[in-house]
Structures are given as C-alpha cells and as structure tokens.
C-alpha cells in the first residue's frame, strides 16, 4: 500500500491554528475509523496524541483534535507553541492487521 | 509501568546477518501485538510488520514480505526483527511499538536501535 499523503510543512505563530491533512484512499483511511497521529521530536521516538480518529490518550494537550471526512484525515493544532514545533504522521488500519503510515508533516512555529 | 526496552546499536556489513530485539515488561506480554517500525535517515515512518507472542501470528508490509523476519519468544516477553544478509539501504532506526487504547494505534515506543550497513 502506498503511504498516506501528507503536506511536507506547515507553519503558524505561538496561539494560532494549523491543520495537517492525511489523504488515502476508500480502502483504508476511508473504509476504518482507526487514524492514528504521532508527534515526533528530533532524535525521539513517536509520541502517540491521537487515536481512533478523534480520541485524546491521557496526558495529551487538549489543543489536539482529529477528524475525518471521507478519505482524508486531519490534525488540528489549535493555539500553537513552541513545543508543538515537531514532525507529525498519520496513520491507519488497512485491513488485515496491516497499517500504513503518513508522509510526515514538519510543523514550525514562526 | 509498560516498557518496551530495545537492543543496542548495531553496525554491520552488507550480506551479514542480524536480529534485533524488544523487551517487554509491565504486562502480559502474550496478549498484545507488537509492531516494527523502520525509519531512515531524514525520512518518515515505515511500518514493517507486527506478531501476536501468544502464537506467533506474524503479519508483514508488502514492502518487507521476505526481507525481514519477526518472531517472539515469550519466556523472555522479547520481540525480535531479523535479517539473513542485510543491504546497505537497511540503515535505518528501527522501533517496536504495542498499543493501548484503541485497537491499532501504537501507544507505547521502545527507544529504538539504530542499525548502521556500511561496507
């Protein structure tokens, strides 16, 4: 399967919103409701913020939302900070335990 | 606490064999699939393939069908990715992950192993 499409960068100032979108196809992305986001800094492992679409693990920033309309995923940052400066990707169920990742997004605060 | 400790760097030449590992601890190491995870200098993530331990179901990405091997010992609740002749385009760093709260995220990371192919 190939990788989900994601924008390579997006920017904002501290206290702005960003959206990263995340395309893939009616086989996945639009057949499941199980889009995964991960946060990754420099040099660290991915941090898990969404699951399932729209749910927040425990600990996560409530400034982190998710969403889905039909074959296109979306990450909403809402009142951007410094710390939020970072790579995110998605990522779905694609049937058959397999999983597929995003291109990555890079996020800067300006 | 869950943990999921990984293996220590490696560097190796091409054509020699390798296998990593991912210890597991804080839970029932049987019951949860881990996943692989490739990434490569400067680039995104790649998922690789995932193992039930309890029977050692394995499901692999198209991508790395044949070219890698995931198994599971649970006696020792460790996780392993294998190589028979690695290639210089398998430098990468290489992550296991289990999930947590849905029924396919990856909640929980290990450190990771970087693994260096260099002639």
Not at chain 2, 53 to 78: E, I, K, L, M
């Amino acid at each position: 399967q190939s990788a989900l499409t994601q924008p390579r960068s997006v920017s904002g100032s501290p206290g702005q919103s960003v959206t990263i979108s995340c395309t893939g196809t009616s086989s996945n992305v639009g057949r499941y409701n199980y889009v995964s986001w991960y946060q990754q800094h420099p040099g660290k492992a991915p941090r898990l913020i969404i699951y399932d679409v729209i749910n927040r693990p425990s600990g996560v920033p409530d400034r982190f939302s998710g969403s889905k309309s039909g074959s296109t995923a979306s990450l909403t940052i809402s009142g951007l900070q410094a710390e939020d400066e970072a790579d995110y990707y998605c990522c779905t169920y694609a049937g058959n335990y397999a999983r597929v990742f995003g291109t990555g997004t890079k996020v800067a605060v300006l | 606490e869950v943990q999921l400790v990984q293996s220590g760097a490696e560097v190796k030449k091409p054509g020699e064999s390798l296998k990593i590992s991912c210890k597991g601890s804080g839970y029932s190491f049987a019951s949860y699939w881990i996943g692989w995870v490739r990434q490569r200098p400067g680039e995104g993530l790649e998922w690789v393939g995932i193992i039930y331990p309890h029977d050692s179901d394995a499901r692999y990405s198209p991508s790395f069908q044949g070219q890698v091997t995931v198994s599971a010992d649970t006696s020792v609740t460790t996780a392993y990715l294998q190589w028979d002749s690695l290639k210089a385009s398998d430098t990468a760093m290489y992550y296991c992950a289990r999930r947590a709260y849905g029924a396919y995220d990856f909640a929980y990371w290990g450190q990771g192993t970087l693994v260096t192919v260099s002639a």
